[in-house]
């Protein structure tokens, strides 16, 4: 199923920012809607689209991608509409909010590298890391960057708010 011709999934891809350094990205539609139904996302519980990271390791490490994040009513999904190397199935990764002990918002600045990273957090039962959502912005020397990176903020925020709103924490 293509998810692209769903007219609400659309309307909220248009309003995906890519901020900072997370771009919009080339998907596969047909593939990225067979790995929502494998998860068992339907899209009639669609709140948000973002382009950002999904990342499950340490904060200062920047291995990840740009991928494109979903807030359903029952967590979080992630895809890039891809086939894994075995097996070939969907590639995707999720957070169920039923796993989810906490939630919030972290901030980790490196002023030398004039890095930001702008994430939420989830963690599950003894505070084990199921995952985290990063939004990066990128500092340029001699430049003033602060329009950016509160843009960059600011998408963080409003998926933040969303899944405060869904998650009802």
Not at 18 to 40: P, T
Not at 52 to 67: H, K, Q
Not at 107 to 117: G, L, M, P, Y
Request: include cysteine; charge should be negative.
């Amino acid at each position: 199923m293509n998810v692209s011709r769903n007219h609400d999934f659309a309307q909220l891809l248009e309003t995906a920012a890519a901020v900072g350094r997370e771009r919009r990205q080339n998907v596969d539609w047909d593939v990225y809607g067979e790995a929502l139904g494998n998860a068992g996302f339907p899209l009639t519980g669609l709140h948000a689209l973002s382009w950002a990271r999904f990342s499950e390791v340490g904060l200062p490490a920047l291995t990840e991608g740009t991928s494109l994040i979903a807030v359903f009513d029952d967590g979080i999904f992630e895809s890039l509409g891809k086939r894994r190397l075995m097996g070939r199935g969907p590639k995707y990764r999720s957070i169920d909010f039923r796993q989810v002990a906490g939630y919030g918002d972290v901030d980790h600045v490196d002023e030398h590298h004039r890095i930001f990273k702008y994430c939420i957090e989830f963690q599950g039962a003894g505070s084990i890391l199921l995952g985290r959502l990063e939004w990066h912005a990128q500092g340029k020397r001699f430049s003033d960057n602060r329009q950016e990176i509160m843009a960059t903020a600011q998408e963080r925020d409003r998926v933040l708010a969303v899944i405060n709103e869904v998650a009802g924490h």
